[in-house]
Each structure stands twice: as structure tokens, then as C-alpha cells.
Antibody
């Protein structure tokens, strides 16, 4: 059973870069069946897809965040990462990493990590 | 972008009741729709994909239907553990949009 675990600072200052890493265990990050995703949820609000990366480095992202977004993958460490640049208070959210089957629906999720911009 | 609209935004029902949540797409999305359950303080959990296919391990009281622009999630014989917020998500193409959520309270 695949497990995903987010890690990174819980507090980021405005205008700085939010950086998170997701560690994948119990399954292969090299599997061609899955895309490795970031999704966020502001406190008390709904879910927003940020983007995802394929094992070969291909990236699909939300146009609303594209100019501030960097997503990378390190298959040797079974990890993928998110960087969101020039953050503001509006980027305060629980950030989830998730696995998307065929890049479609999200069948496994990390527990989420709250990042506060302040 | 295709927008997803859920209704109602919240509802309350008793144990043993059945409820239906609706999700409408602003354009046709065929059957490329998933449903998730999110309990307070937890990550979302996939319930249904391809509009009506039950994810492994999900109880059969969760029923998805629809295609095109109109979809429903029906929960029959409500249990106390069904209290949660439910989200639909379209995945016909990026960006992958979620509905705004429906909060289900069990009386």
C-alpha cells in the first residue's frame, strides 16, 4: 500500500518561497500509471489542484499558479517537491501530496501539512 | 475552464436515511468525474471514479451516476461515520477542478 508523506516548514514569510517535499513509500514513483500531485486547501475552504509531475519529469500545472510554481521529482530518493514563489497570505493552506491514477483522479493522499504565510 | 457546481452546500439527515448530492459541470465532461469524502481534519478519500465505479474498499451504499454535465452521489442507509464533506472533481483535462463541497451532517 503506497504511502505519501509531506514535509517542510510550517511557517513562511510573505514574498519568500514555500518549499515542500513528498516522500513516497510502499510503491514505485517510477510507475508509469501515476502522476505525482500537489493539492491545497485554505482553512475552511475547498480543494485546489496545484499541479503534478510524471516520473520522466513532465509537468502539468494550474495556470493560475504557473508563474510562481516549480515542481520537481527525484526518483532516486522516491520524492517529489513543490516550490511556490513570492507567497502571500492567500497561499496559507493545508498542502497535500497525492497520487493521480493516469493523471486523472487522486487515489492516495498524504496526511497534509499546514503552511502559514505570515 | 470547466467549472463544477455542487448542491446543496450542506445538508442534514438521520441514520438510515438516504441522501443525494448533485454536481454539475459547465461543459460536458463525459464520465470523467470522481467523488471524494473528507472527514474533519483528514485528507480526502476517493470514493468513486468514472462517475459510477466504486473505489476498492468503499461501501456499496455509495452510488455514483451521471454523465455529460449532470452527476449525482447517492448515499443510502446513512451511517454515523458518513458525516463528512463530499467533493466532486472533473478530470477530463487540466486544470483538475473540484466542486466547492457539500457538508453532510448526521443528526
Amino acid at each position: 500500500q503506497v504511502q505519501l508523506q509531506e514535509s517542510g516548514p510550517g511557517l513562511v514569510k510573505p514574498s519568500q518561497t514555500l518549499s515542500l517535499t513528498c516522500n513516497v513509500s510502499g510503491g514505485s514513483i517510477n510507475s508509469g500509471d501515476y502522476y505525482w500531485s500537489w493539492i491545497r486547501q485554505p482553512p475552511g475552504k475547498g480543494l485546489e489542484w496545484i499541479g503534478y509531475i510524471y516520473y520522466n519529469g513532465g509537468i502539468w500545472d494550474n495556470p493560475s499558479l504557473r508563474s510562481r510554481l516549480t515542481i520537481t521529482i527525484d526518483t532516486s530518493k522516491s520524492q517529489f517537491s513543490l516550490q511556490l514563489h513570492s507567497v502571500t497570505a492567500a497561499d496559507t493552506a493545508v498542502y497535500y501530496c497525492a497520487r493521480a491514477y493516469s493523471g486523472w483522479y487522486f487515489d492516495s493522499w498524504g496526511q497534509g501539512t499546514l503552511v502559514t504565510v505570515s | 475552464d470547466i467549472q463544477m457546481t455542487q448542491s446543496p452546500s450542506s445538508l442534514s439527515a438521520s441514520v438510515g436515511d438516504g441522501v443525494t448530492i448533485t454536481c454539475r459541470a459547465s461543459q460536458g465532461i463525459s464520465y470523467y468525474l470522481a467523488w471524494y469524502q473528507q472527514k474533519a481534519g483528514n485528507a480526502p478519500k476517493l470514493l468513486i471514479y468514472a462517475a459510477s465505479t466504486l473505489q476498492s474498499g468503499v461501501p456499496s451504499r455509495f452510488i455514483g451516476s451521471g454523465s455529460g454535465t449532470d452527476f449525482t452521489l447517492t448515499i443510502t442507509s446513512l451511517q454515523p461515520e458518513d458525516a463528512a464533506t463530499y467533493y466532486c472533481q472533473k478530470y477530463i483535462r487540466a486544470p483538475y477542478i473540484f466542486g466547492q463541497g457539500t457538508k453532510l451532517e448526521i443528526k
